[in-house]
């Protein structure tokens, strides 16, 4: 029968300790009991807002979608059109409500609405008046983009790219032997395809989209038992802290460590509910590219 192991304590360790010995120690030995975790074993990344800037891809095609069933001309939004889509994207959760925002500011819902209760009425009102269902447009969102790097890959890549320092990080990150795996709400080819551009390779198998049609927290179970980890070097770093909160709320996954990426598409109040939070711990993109062992509260 095994223990409970102790929470990370990662998050009192000093800073730069964390990397400079993994040349010489076996990155996968087993842990003693209470030995100071200062890097994951196994760590899993969310895709859009914390490894890649999708958001102006994401409203070209959703306006695209918008398209086959809303008059609407030319091929790209409106610069205005996209830059309040850029401020609101925080409030989107899944793609299919990316056409679903647009329509929204087609439709002249104020933002300030937009920003209170997107994910309540405001996604259902839009829904009803056009019809439309959260299937329907996901399938017509994922064809758009299908079509789009089907006619021109560079097209498709263009309004979109990782962050800065984040394929060297990524690269680093592999190449010292940590398992990662991102875990994405998007198609998990289309991550995969990014990442591989950006001349980051993980196996396909690697990359989670949404086809694993699972939440987060039972991939988070999943990844530890298939790779035989404990809770405490597992880490998760994501941008939307709902989603981190609730792990939270999963008492058997009291363990795993959690980031809020501060760098991606966050709402306004998140910093500090993440500042109150004991359990999350927002981290800044310099931080991520730093040492592990300076992913502290
Ligand atoms: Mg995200």
């Keep these: 029968m095994t223990t409970a192991?102790?929470?990370?304590?990662?998050?009192?360790?000093?800073?730069?300790?964390?990397?400079?010995?993994?040349?010489?120690v076996p990155i996968l030995a087993v842990r003693e009991q209470g030995e100071t975790v200062t890097y994951p074993r196994l760590l899993a990344l969310d895709f859009d807002g914390v490894i890649c800037?999708?958001?102006?891809?994401?409203?070209?095609?959703?306006?695209?979608?918008?398209?086959?069933?809303?008059?609407?001309?030319?091929d790209a939004p409106p610069p205005e059109l996209a830059a309040l889509f850029v401020r609101l994207r925080p409030v989107v959760e899944h793609g299919w409500e990316f056409p679903v925002l647009v329509l929204a500011i087609l439709d002249g819902i104020p933002e300030a609405a937009i920003w209170d209760a997107f994910q309540t009425t405001c996604r259902a009102q839009v829904l009803e008046k056009y019809r439309v269902t959260p299937r329907?447009?996901?399938?017509?969102?994922?064809?758009?983009?299908?079509?789009?790097?089907?006619?021109?890959?560079?097209?498709?890549?263009?309004?979109?790219?990782?962050?800065?320092?984040?394929?060297?990080?990524?690269?680093?990150?592999?190449?010292?032997?940590?398992?990662?795996?991102?875990v994405t709400t998007k198609e998990g080819r289309f991550a995969h395809t990014l990442l591989a551009t950006h001349g980051v390779t993980m196996p396909l198998e690697r990359v989670w989209g949404k086809e694993q049609a699972r939440p987060k927290p039972e991939l988070l179970r999943v990844l530890a038992r298939t790779h035989g980890v404990a809770y405490r070097d597992l880490w998760f770093v994501e941008d939307r802290l709902k989603t981190l909160q609730a792990v939270t709320r999963e008492a058997d996954l009291t363990d795993v460590g959690l980031y809020l990426a501060l760098w991606g598409y966050i709402m306004p109040t998140d910093p500090?509910?993440?500042?109150?939070?004991?359990?999350?711990?927002?981290?800044?993109?310099?931080?991520?590219?730093?040492?592990?062992?300076?992913?502290?509260?």
Aim: positive net charge.
């Design 5 to 24: 192991a102790p929470r990370p304590s990662v998050r009192s360790a000093k800073p730069g300790v964390g990397r400079r010995d993994w040349g010489h």
């Design 53 to 74: 800037d999708t958001v102006r891809e994401g409203c070209r095609s959703a306006w695209q979608v918008c398209r086959e069933f809303v008059p609407l001309n030319g």
């Design 136 to 182: 329907q447009l996901a399938a017509r969102f994922d064809a758009v983009r299908d079509r789009t790097i089907a006619r021109s890959l560079d097209d498709w890549l263009s309004d979109q790219w990782l962050y800065p320092g984040m394929a060297d990080r990524l690269r680093s990150i592999l190449a010292d032997g940590i398992t990662t795996y991102v």
């Design 272 to 297: 500090d509910k993440a500042a109150a939070d004991a359990r999350v711990v927002p981290l800044t993109l310099e931080r991520f590219c730093g040492d592990f062992g300076t992913w502290t509260k």
